[in-house]
Protein backbone atom coordinates (compact mmCIF):
# COMPACT_ATOMS: atom_id res chain seq x y z
CA UNK A 1 0.00 0.00 0.00
CA UNK A 2 1.08 3.67 -1.03
CA UNK A 3 0.42 6.76 1.07
CA UNK A 4 0.12 10.26 0.08
CA UNK A 5 -0.09 12.97 2.45
CA UNK A 6 -0.79 16.74 1.61
CA UNK A 7 -1.40 19.61 4.20
CA UNK A 8 -3.96 22.34 3.35
CA UNK A 9 -2.89 25.60 3.58
CA UNK A 10 -6.11 27.80 3.60
CA UNK A 11 -8.42 26.46 6.07
CA UNK A 12 -11.43 28.31 4.96
CA UNK A 13 -11.12 26.80 1.84
CA UNK A 14 -11.24 23.64 2.88
CA UNK A 15 -13.97 23.60 5.40
CA UNK A 16 -15.80 25.49 2.71
CA UNK A 17 -15.16 22.35 -0.21
CA UNK A 18 -16.05 19.73 2.04
CA UNK A 19 -19.36 21.60 3.46
CA UNK A 20 -18.46 21.71 6.95
CA UNK A 21 -19.76 23.79 9.29
CA UNK A 22 -17.68 24.62 13.04
CA UNK A 23 -17.82 26.28 16.01
CA UNK A 24 -14.44 27.46 16.62
CA UNK A 25 -13.27 27.35 13.20
CA UNK A 26 -10.03 29.99 13.73
CA UNK A 27 -9.09 27.65 16.40
CA UNK A 28 -8.00 25.03 13.86
CA UNK A 29 -4.25 24.97 13.67
CA UNK A 30 -3.96 22.62 10.81
CA UNK A 31 -5.59 20.04 7.73
CA UNK A 32 -4.21 17.43 6.59
CA UNK A 33 -5.27 14.82 4.23
CA UNK A 34 -4.26 11.69 3.08
CA UNK A 35 -4.81 9.30 0.67
CA UNK A 36 -3.99 5.38 0.72
CA UNK A 37 -3.61 3.20 -2.65
CA UNK A 38 -3.29 -0.83 -3.06
CA UNK A 39 -0.78 -2.11 -5.06
CA UNK A 40 -3.18 -4.17 -7.79
CA UNK A 41 -0.72 -6.27 -8.45
CA UNK A 42 -0.65 -8.00 -5.43
CA UNK A 43 -4.41 -8.90 -4.77
CA UNK A 44 -3.72 -11.25 -1.98
CA UNK A 45 -2.50 -7.83 0.35
CA UNK A 46 -5.19 -5.84 -0.61
CA UNK A 47 -6.27 -3.60 2.58
CA UNK A 48 -9.72 -2.54 3.00
CA UNK A 49 -11.19 1.07 4.46
CA UNK A 50 -11.87 -0.35 7.76
CA UNK A 51 -8.62 -2.22 8.13
CA UNK A 52 -6.74 1.04 7.12
CA UNK A 53 -8.80 3.17 9.66
CA UNK A 54 -8.61 0.67 12.44
CA UNK A 55 -4.98 0.11 12.17
CA UNK A 56 -4.32 4.05 12.46
CA UNK A 57 -6.09 4.41 15.34
CA UNK A 58 -5.04 1.27 16.98
CA UNK A 59 -1.58 2.93 16.46
CA UNK A 60 -2.80 6.51 18.13
CA UNK A 61 -4.07 4.20 21.15
CA UNK A 62 -6.47 7.05 21.70
CA UNK A 63 -10.22 5.12 23.09
CA UNK A 64 -12.91 5.90 22.89
CA UNK A 65 -13.34 7.10 20.03
CA UNK A 66 -16.42 8.69 18.46
CA UNK A 67 -17.99 7.48 14.95
CA UNK A 68 -20.51 9.95 13.42
CA UNK A 69 -22.76 9.43 10.46
CA UNK A 70 -25.74 9.72 8.77
CA UNK A 71 -27.84 7.06 9.69
CA UNK A 72 -30.44 7.38 7.41
CA UNK A 73 -28.55 6.85 4.70
CA UNK A 74 -27.27 2.98 5.10
CA UNK A 75 -29.77 0.48 3.96
CA UNK A 76 -32.19 -1.09 5.63
CA UNK A 77 -30.52 -4.02 6.12
CA UNK A 78 -27.64 -2.33 7.06
CA UNK A 79 -29.32 -0.09 9.59
CA UNK A 80 -30.85 -3.63 11.60
CA UNK A 81 -27.42 -5.42 11.37
CA UNK A 82 -25.32 -2.61 13.56
CA UNK A 83 -28.24 -1.82 15.42
CA UNK A 84 -27.89 -5.83 16.40
CA UNK A 85 -23.87 -5.05 17.30
CA UNK A 86 -24.90 -1.97 19.01
CA UNK A 87 -27.07 -4.30 21.39
CA UNK A 88 -25.47 -6.97 21.20
CA UNK A 89 -21.71 -5.57 22.39
CA UNK A 90 -23.43 -2.32 24.70
CA UNK A 91 -22.21 -0.20 22.80
CA UNK A 92 -22.73 4.07 23.63
CA UNK A 93 -25.11 5.50 20.64
CA UNK A 94 -26.77 8.52 20.48
CA UNK A 95 -29.34 9.10 17.53
CA UNK A 96 -31.05 12.25 16.74
CA UNK A 97 -33.76 12.83 14.51
CA UNK A 98 -33.34 16.26 12.39
CA UNK A 99 -36.33 15.39 9.93
CA UNK A 100 -38.72 12.15 9.60
CA UNK A 101 -36.42 11.21 6.73
CA UNK A 102 -32.89 12.12 8.61
CA UNK A 103 -31.42 10.69 11.31
CA UNK A 104 -27.60 11.15 12.73
CA UNK A 105 -25.81 8.53 15.35
CA UNK A 106 -23.00 8.71 17.17
CA UNK A 107 -21.08 5.34 18.51
CA UNK A 108 -18.55 5.44 21.31
CA UNK A 109 -15.64 2.25 21.06
CA UNK A 110 -13.09 1.56 23.07
CA UNK A 111 -11.54 -0.98 21.38
CA UNK A 112 -10.21 -1.82 18.36
CA UNK A 113 -12.00 -5.03 17.78
CA UNK A 114 -15.29 -3.15 18.40
CA UNK A 115 -13.93 0.26 15.93
CA UNK A 116 -13.78 -2.52 13.23
CA UNK A 117 -16.85 -4.14 13.20
CA UNK A 118 -18.55 -1.17 13.67
CA UNK A 119 -16.67 0.43 10.44
CA UNK A 120 -17.55 -2.36 8.67
CA UNK A 121 -21.01 -1.77 9.29
CA UNK A 122 -21.24 1.32 8.45
CA UNK A 123 -18.46 3.01 6.50
CA UNK A 124 -20.05 2.01 2.82
CA UNK A 125 -21.68 5.02 2.95
CA UNK A 126 -18.53 7.32 2.87
CA UNK A 127 -18.00 5.67 -0.88
CA UNK A 128 -21.03 7.42 -1.69
CA UNK A 129 -20.28 10.81 -0.42
CA UNK A 130 -22.44 10.14 3.10
CA UNK A 131 -21.62 11.84 6.05
CA UNK A 132 -19.17 10.10 8.24
CA UNK A 133 -16.97 11.62 10.91
CA UNK A 134 -14.22 9.88 13.86
CA UNK A 135 -13.15 11.75 16.12
CA UNK A 136 -11.72 11.58 19.91
CA UNK A 137 -14.53 13.63 21.69
CA UNK A 138 -18.33 13.94 20.93
CA UNK A 139 -18.21 17.02 18.92
CA UNK A 140 -21.03 16.36 16.75
CA UNK A 141 -23.88 18.94 17.90
CA UNK A 142 -26.74 20.33 16.33
CA UNK A 143 -28.59 24.17 15.93
CA UNK A 144 -30.64 25.57 14.30
CA UNK A 145 -29.47 28.30 11.47
CA UNK A 146 -30.54 30.27 9.43
CA UNK A 147 -28.82 28.65 5.78
CA UNK A 148 -28.99 29.34 2.12
CA UNK A 149 -30.53 26.68 -0.22
CA UNK A 150 -31.56 27.32 -3.37
CA UNK A 151 -30.95 31.43 -3.10
CA UNK A 152 -33.65 31.27 -0.04
CA UNK A 153 -32.40 30.91 3.42
CA UNK A 154 -34.18 29.52 5.63
CA UNK A 155 -34.01 28.29 9.62
CA UNK A 156 -32.56 25.24 9.33
CA UNK A 157 -31.24 22.25 11.71
CA UNK A 158 -27.39 21.36 10.62
CA UNK A 159 -24.72 19.69 12.19
CA UNK A 160 -22.19 21.48 13.79
CA UNK A 161 -18.82 20.30 14.88
CA UNK A 162 -17.57 21.83 18.01
CA UNK A 163 -13.63 22.71 18.07
CA UNK A 164 -13.73 25.43 21.14
CA UNK A 165 -11.68 23.19 22.64
CA UNK A 166 -9.20 21.12 22.13
CA UNK A 167 -9.84 18.00 19.65
CA UNK A 168 -9.16 16.86 16.19
CA UNK A 169 -11.39 14.79 13.96
CA UNK A 170 -11.41 13.01 11.06
CA UNK A 171 -13.56 13.53 7.94
CA UNK A 172 -13.92 10.45 4.99
CA UNK A 173 -13.47 12.98 1.85
CA UNK A 174 -15.98 12.62 -0.89
CA UNK A 175 -16.42 9.02 -2.70
CA UNK A 176 -13.56 8.07 0.15
CA UNK A 177 -11.20 9.36 -1.77
CA UNK A 178 -9.03 10.30 0.95
CA UNK A 179 -9.96 11.14 4.43
CA UNK A 180 -8.88 14.44 5.92
CA UNK A 181 -7.53 15.26 9.38
CA UNK A 182 -8.91 18.50 11.12
CA UNK A 183 -6.67 19.58 14.31
CA UNK A 184 -6.49 22.55 17.05
CA UNK A 185 -4.07 19.94 19.13
CA UNK A 186 0.15 20.03 18.67
CA UNK A 187 0.18 15.97 18.52
CA UNK A 188 -1.44 16.52 14.94
CA UNK A 189 0.32 20.12 13.84
CA UNK A 190 3.12 19.58 11.88
CA UNK A 191 3.51 17.00 8.43
CA UNK A 192 6.27 14.86 10.07
CA UNK A 193 4.03 14.21 12.88
CA UNK A 194 1.02 12.81 10.59
CA UNK A 195 3.59 10.74 8.37
CA UNK A 196 4.50 8.98 12.01
CA UNK A 197 1.40 7.06 12.00
CA UNK A 198 1.76 4.78 9.38
CA UNK A 199 4.17 2.51 8.22
CA UNK A 200 7.53 4.18 6.69
CA UNK A 201 8.13 2.36 3.86
CA UNK A 202 4.27 3.31 2.66
CA UNK A 203 4.86 6.67 2.59
CA UNK A 204 4.90 8.74 -0.92
CA UNK A 205 7.10 11.39 -1.08
Known amino acids: MQIYIEEHQNHAKTIKEYHLTLKGQDRIESIFSFEYYNDDSKEDEVISDEEVLTQLFTRLNSFPIYLSFGFHELTDLEKEDLLSTLKHKQLPYTE ?16 PEDLFQVLTQSITMANYNGYYLIAFTDLLKFETRRVRRWLIKKERVVSVIDMTKPTTFFKIGFDFENVLIFSNETDFDALEKIEALFPEDEIER
Do not use: D
Request: hydrophobic letters at 40%; a positive charge.
Open 96 to 111: ILITKRERYMTVEVNC
